[in-house]
């Protein structure tokens, strides 16, 4: 069976100080992965998603990147934190099947900067 | 681009009530639709999902949705909420972006159940 895996589950950074979010899933191969970023009473706002290895979309301009050096592992990265960078990041999964597949998450990151 | 807008951040229904969470969606292209679920800490997961096919879709716990294109509607309900109900509900649709397809989430509905 398929699983994702998403660390570290908590995370306090100073301002200034680079970001690594790590997500790998197993049991499956060319997945969609996606990083999303939840903020109190915000919803989930989609950040990355990838389709492949060094395939990278952006949906924000933002202080974040994303990496995929492999096919079923997908990075987030920051150089310099902002206050504005605290939050809950969720990493997930989908088939390539199509648009009617669903979306597997991992347990998320929570970050705190201060 | 497609989109999903969740009627009322936070709803409150007393235990044995009725659960109703509402959805409508925006898109150009017959619509893929989902319900999540999310525990306080903890990821997203699917309750159902609708694709094609028979417009009430059955999902976990007991939850449901109807589609109706009339409405461009979605909204999940639940005969009778239970205490283990209470947790964030996303309303989400898929859309196809440059790199891909992806999942557009709504903001999202706090469910609290009273004893």
């Known amino acids: 069976s398929q699983t994702i895996h998403q660390w570290p589950a908590t995370l306090v950074q100073p301002v200034g100080s680079p970001l690594s979010l790590e997500c790998t899933v197993e049991g499956t191969s060319n997945p969609n992965l996606y990083w999303y970023r939840q903020a109190a009473g915000r919803g989930l706002q989609l950040l990355f998603y990838?389709?492949?290895?060094?395939?990278i979309s952006s949906e924000v301009p933002q202080n974040l990147s994303a990496s995929r050096p492999q096919d079923r592992q997908f990075i987030l990265s920051s150089k310099k934190l902002l206050l504005s960078d605290s939050g809950f990041y969720l990493c997930?999964?989908?088939?390539?099947?199509?648009?009617?597949?669903?979306?597997?998450f991992g347990q998320g990151t929570r970050l705190t900067v201060v | 681009a497609q989109s999903v807008t969740q009627l009322g951040s936070h709803v409150s229904v007393s235990e044995g009530a009725l659960v109703l969470l509402r959805c409508n969606y925006s898109s150009s292209v017959p619509p893929y639709l989902f319900w999540y679920v999310q525990y306080p800490n903890q990821g997203l997961q699917l309750l159902l999902k609708?694709?094609?096919?028979?417009?009430l879709v059955k999902g976990i716990n007991g939850f449901e949705a109807e589609f109706k294109k009339s409405e461009t509607s979605f909204h999940l309900t639940k005969p009778s909420a239970h205490m283990s109900d209470a947790a964030e509900y996303f309303c989400a649709v898929s859309d196809q972006g440059t790199g891909g397809f992806k999942t557009i989430f709504g903001a999202g509905t706090r469910l609290f159940v009273k004893a």
């Open positions: 997930a999964w989908a088939g390539q099947l199509g648009m009617n597949t669903e979306a597997f």
């Open positions: 609708y694709t094609t096919g028979a417009t």
């Open positions: 990838s389709v492949g290895i060094g395939q």
